[in-house]
């Protein structure tokens, strides 16, 4: 089992920038590929980002490339998305995951294990 828990989600005006943290607990971190997903009010739950178990492979989504960056820290079992330039269209809770596959999958899925999530509401 894997334990996943977000923070850093809050209120921002358009244009700002955030950045969610998620820390993972049990099974070796470094074993698993994470994802960031998010999900608004009345729409299906979408991917964001992606990184592979080694740091060295990430996939965006278009809406977000150029905008957030997909990190990690397996010697601190952590992941963070930094969101800068932040647009009302990213209102939404985003959530972490895990993949015992390794590979940065952009497929929902592929995702073993999840967070319970962290608001991100943008402001225009």
């Known amino acids: 089992q894997v334990q996943l828990v977000e923070s850093g989600g809050g209120l921002v005006q358009a244009g700002g920038s955030l950045r969610l943290s998620c820390a993972a607990s049990g099974r070796t971190f470094s074993n698993f590929a994470m994802g960031w997903f998010r999900q608004a009010p009345g729409k299906e739950r979408e991917f964001v980002a992606s990184?592979?178990?080694?740091?060295?492979?990430?996939y965006y989504a278009d809406s977000v490339k150029g905008r957030f960056t997909i990190s990690r820290d397996n010697a601190k079992n952590a992941a963070y998305l930094q969101m800068n330039t932040l647009k009302p269209e990213d209102t939404a809770v985003y959530y972490c995951a895990a993949s015992v596959r390794g590979w940065a999958t952009p497929r929902r899925l592929e995702y073993d294990y999840w967070g319970q999530g962290t608001p991100v509401t943008v402001s225009s």
């Open positions: 990184i592979s178990w080694s740091g060295g492979t990430t």
